[in-house]
T-cell receptor, first 117, second 113 residues
């Protein structure tokens, strides 16, 4: 499977615990995005990386959230001291920037569904 | 930031009829508008997109139109089939920035056989 992969697919945790998700983008893609999707809503942008640099963070990304992409390949999203309001589907997407026709189609992973009890 | 509104939130059509979903955006700098289809429990998948220098694009039974002046764009599905049933999201982004997508709230389309 050469698409975007995410692990774990499901995570149930208790309020106050820390969780970490992983995203493996399509190998030649230099951009990686994290989105959050709650029931009945469209995905909301959280942050994105170009190679290993985190270039933008949404105001939705509180101090409890941190993302890394240490070698410009896979990325991790960590949520510290989880709250019930963090329950959502966390989607990762990747794209390739640059080029004549690069309007940057983003390819999405299957998501990690987080449930905070 | 960009604000994308999408209507209707739910849509039911008879098989073979057409379906139209409409979106508006707020930032006149937005210049790329993809549409994603998300089936239950699955990842969003791109079905069609349009750039701001084009007014209409068609791919078999699917077409998208863009009115830059009015800042709205629409998805048209003709000859609908049961397998078209899914949630459809429109999005807008600005090329040259991070290209993050701003999504609408989605339209749940049901095609009744």
């Amino acid at each position: 499977d050469t698409g975007v992969s995410q692990n774990p697919r499901h995570k149930i945790t208790k309020r106050g615990q820390n969780v970490t998700f992983r995203c493996d983008p399509i190998s030649e893609h230099n951009r990686l995005y994290w989105y959050r999707q709650t029931l009945g809503q469209g995905p909301e942008f959280l942050t994105y990386f170009q190679n290993e640099a985190q270039l933008e963070k949404s105001r939705l990304l509180s101090d409890r959230f941190s993302a890394e992409r240490p070698k410009g390949s896979f990325s991790t999203l960590e949520i510290q001291r989880t709250e019930q309001g963090d329950s959502a589907m966390y989607l990762c997407a990747s794209s390739q920037s640059g080029g004549v026709s690069s309007y940057n189609e983003q390819f999405f992973g299957p998501g990690t569904r987080l449930t905070v009890l | 930031g960009e604000n994308v509104e999408q209507h209707p939130s739910t849509l039911s059509v008879q098989e073979g009829d057409s379906a139209v979903i409409k979106c508006t955006y707020s930032d006149s700098a937005s210049n790329y508008f993809p549409w994603y289809k998300q089936e239950l429990g699955k990842r969003p998948q791109l079905i069609i997109d349009i750039r701001s220098n084009v007014g209409e694009k068609k791919d078999q039974r699917i077409a998208v139109t863009l009115n830059k002046t009015a800042k709205h764009f629409s998805l048209h599905i003709t000859e609908t089939q049961p397998e078209d049933s899914a949630v459809y999201f429109c999005a807008a982004s600005i090329r040259g920035t991070g290209n993050q997508f701003y999504f609408g709230t989605g339209t749940s389309l049901t095609v009744i056989p």
